[in-house]
Every structure is written in structure tokens, then in C-alpha cells.
Antibody
């Protein structure tokens, strides 16, 4: 069965960086995009960016460009999201989610979420 | 302020039908058939219930259906059940490779 397993909760100080991992299993890793989304406490969902695991190409939302780095390791079927220059506004649950590479944009399987807390 | 507009809350009694609207622009909802809907229970990850406007993933009840007219998409849930009480989010592809979401609609089953 398809599974996306994320790394554990993190507490970071303002100005620091955080790196969250997402390990995929149960399907052919390179055949699907991996997206990153986040949800601030009590708020809605925000799409952050996407990586094509086959070629490593990434796209991210304009608001995060310059702060977000998406990478992948095809040998371990893992994707990583690093966010730098953290502020309290980055406190959120971060999700990885699988999406089709073909002509559709949706997220059919989600990780369990990783809480990132930014606090001094 | 979210890119797509959803009502903050809707409610219905068991067995009834409800519809949640999701209004965007010609750059997202109106321009592409890439509207999807997610159900989220408290403390859980979202679950895909509708994609490509009208398609249901395997395993999702046929009580959930989607549609679109112009810049507004809709999710209809028929035969409401207690387990349907959750937050519902719409999402759409937006031009220049981006995805936008609605602010979420809290469904209360009375």
C-alpha cells in the first residue's frame, strides 16, 4: 500500500533552518510528483512546492522562493524539504503528498504531517 | 485571505444533502478542470475525495460528487452521515504552475 512517512516534530529558533523528510513506499517512486503543503494552527492549507523525483526538477510558490529547497534521493525513495530564515509565521504542520505526473493536479496520498514550531 | 472562496460553515441533518461552493477566477477554477476536494478530520491529514472536478478516487463513497460552472466549483454530499462532519477544502491548479486552496468549510451534521 502507498505510504508517505515523514520525520518527527521540530522546534527551531527564528532565523534557523529546518529540514523535513518524506519517505515513500508502495509504489514506483519516480512515477509521481511529491508536493509539500503546510497548515498553520487553525488555518487552511497552503501549497508550497513540488518536485519531480525522476529528474529532480522543482517548482515552488513565489512567496517562498529563495527560502525553500526541495531535494530527493532515489536510492532511498525519500524527498526532503528545507526551509530557511524561519519566522513565527512558519509555525505549521508540514505535509508531503503524492501527485500525478500526467495532466492533473491533485494529492492522492498524504504523509502524517510534521509539526514545526518556531519560537525563541 | 485565501485564493478561493468557500463558505465558512454549512450544516445539515442526517440523510440530507448539502452543497459547498468554491469560487475562483478564470486563472484557476474557471480555466482548468483541475479542481479537487479534500476532507479533513481534526488532527488528521487531508483525504482526497474528488479530483478533476468530478472524479472520485477508488474507495470514496458515491455520496460525494463534484461539479463546476464557470469560476465556481461545488461539492455535494448526499445522505449525510455523522462521519461526514469535518472540514472540507477545495483546491485548483492556477496558471504559472501553482496550486491554490479555499479557506475551508466546516460541515456540521446536526
Amino acid at each position: 500500500q502507498v505510504q508517505l512517512v515523514q520525520s518527527g516534530a521540530e522546534v527551531k529558533k527564528p532565523g534557523a533552518s529546518v529540514k523535513v523528510s518524506c519517505e515513500a513506499s508502495g509504489y514506483t517512486f519516480i512515477n509521481y510528483y511529491i508536493h509539500w503543503l503546510r497548515q498553520a494552527p487553525g488555518e487552511g492549507l497552503e501549497w508550497m512546492g513540488v518536485i519531480n523525483p525522476s529528474v529532480g526538477r522543482t517548482t515552488s510558490t513565489q512567496q517562498l522562493q529563495g527560502r525553500i529547497t526541495l531535494t530527493r534521493d532515489t536510492s532511498t525513495s525519500a524527498v526532503y524539504m528545507e526551509l530557511s530564515s524561519l519566522t513565527s509565521d512558519d509555525t505549521a504542520v508540514y505535509y508531503c503528498a503524492r501527485g500525478p505526473i500526467s495532466s492533473s493536479w491533485h494529492f492522492d496520498f498524504w504523509g502524517q504531517g510534521t509539526l514545526v514550531t518556531v519560537s525563541s | 485571505q485565501s485564493a478561493l472562496t468557500q463558505p465558512a460553515s454549512v450544516s445539515g441533518s442526517p440523510g440530507q444533502s448539502i452543497t459547498i461552493s468554491c469560487t475562483g477566477t478564470s486563472s484557476d477554477v474557471g480555466g482548468y478542470n483541475y479542481v479537487s476536494w479534500y476532507q479533513q478530520h481534526p488532527g488528521k491529514a487531508p483525504k482526497l475525495i474528488i479530483y478533476d472536478v468530478t472524479r472520485r478516487p477508488s474507495g470514496v463513497s458515491n455520496r460525494f460528487s463534484g461539479s463546476k460552472s464557470g469560476n465556481t466549483a461545488s461539492l455535494t454530499i448526499s445522505g449525510l452521515q455523522a462521519g461526514d462532519e469535518a472540514e472540507y477544502y477545495c483546491s485548483s491548479y492556477r496558471s504559472s504552475i501553482s496550486v491554490v486552496f479555499g479557506g475551508g468549510t466546516k460541515l456540521t451534521v446536526l
